[in-house]
Structure formats: C-alpha cells, structure tokens
C-alpha cells in the first residue's frame, strides 16, 4: 500500500477492494482525534467532491478522523454505480483499512446518500468488524417523486444505533415517511433535521442561512451523537 500524505487532505493511499481491483482512498487523522469515520460518497460525486473534503475537514476540527473512498465505478469515471455486491466489498475493505491504519481509534461508517446505504445494506447482510453505528447523510429513502419506504427495509437488519441528518425539503426523504421510519426503528435510530435543507444540504436565499451554516449544524448533530455512543 503506496501512501502519499498531505496535511490538509489526509494520507492519500490505494485500497484494495480485490486482489486485482484498487480504488483510491484518504485517511485523514486530526491530532488527538477520538474516533474515525468510514465516509463513503454519494452517486454522482466522488470523495474529492468540495462538499466531501469540507465535510472530512469540518470534521477534523472537531477532533474526528474520516476514511474517504472511490466506489469503483467512480474510479472508472463512470456515472453507473457498481452492483450492491462490488459496492458492499468496497464498503468492506474501507473498514478493514481503518483496522489497520487507525486500529486504536473506535469506528462509525456511512455516508452520502448512495453510499451511507450501500454502508448500511453491507451491515444489515453480515455486520461489519468493529463498527459501532452508521451515520447517514441524507439517506435516499426514495426516488423523487416515487413516496415509498422499500429501500429501508433492510434497516430492521441493522443492531447498530443510526443516525440519520437529512434536510427538512429532501426530495428523496418525505419527513412524515422518514420519521415514521426512524420511529420503527426504536432508540437505536436518531433523526436530526435541517431545517429548509434539500437532499444536498442547500439551503434557499430567503431562509437567512448558508449552506456554511446547515454544514455546521450538521457536524455538530454527528459529533455530539457520536459523543454520546462513545
């Protein structure tokens, strides 16, 4: 494993999601971090997306590593996420990246939409090592447009506590369907919502907030969650 550090990204290494298939991955580690989470991106951006490397270094301020990753098909430059199965195998190998680079830190995993659920489908099928809970950033409850709750039905597979910070406008999270969900779900499950946030975390002029202002929420929401399953 080849690794390239640098201070304000974090060490830039391959992952080996097979033995004849890598994918790129960072690692970045604050001083005295406390915990590390495995962050995976959304459909349509990578893990060098602005929104990913903000939300690694917001993160980082708060004294929380994160391990950031490639789906292969972004590795490719494809727009067609991988099959579940190659998604769940990448998932996989991000978390037993973490074993070995960051072995004395507890772990979280998650993500972006797209792939805070292939994080959690690879759960709910057989629990991955060490992993203490998933936090998702805008879980993809359903297609816009389509109301409906069947892509969370593996979540009643799932005994780790979640999180779920999703904007208040998500398209593809109707409130009343995702608090149904949550409510389901028990005390293992957490919902915070942002308020006029759509599935991206924008917000509109006219609320008088920034998307700045809806990042911060939002880590502030994660670590303090975070805090208290520590």
Known sequence: MRAVTDEADGQLFTLEVTASLGVAARLLRPPEARACYVLAHGAGAGMDHPSMRALAGGLATHGV??????FPYMQRGSRRPDPPQLCHATVRAAVAAVARLAADLPCIAGGRSF???MTSQAQALEPLPGVRG???LGFPLHPAGQPGQSRAAHLADVHVPLLFLQGSNDALAEPALLRALVGRLGESATLSLMEDADHSFHVRKKSGRSDADVRSAMLQSLVQWLDRLL
């Not at 590593?65 to 490639?70: D, E, I, P, S």
């Open 134 to 136: 998933l936090a998702f």
């Open 115 to 117: 792939g805070g659920r």
């Open 65 to 70: 590593a994160t391990l950031r990753y490639q």
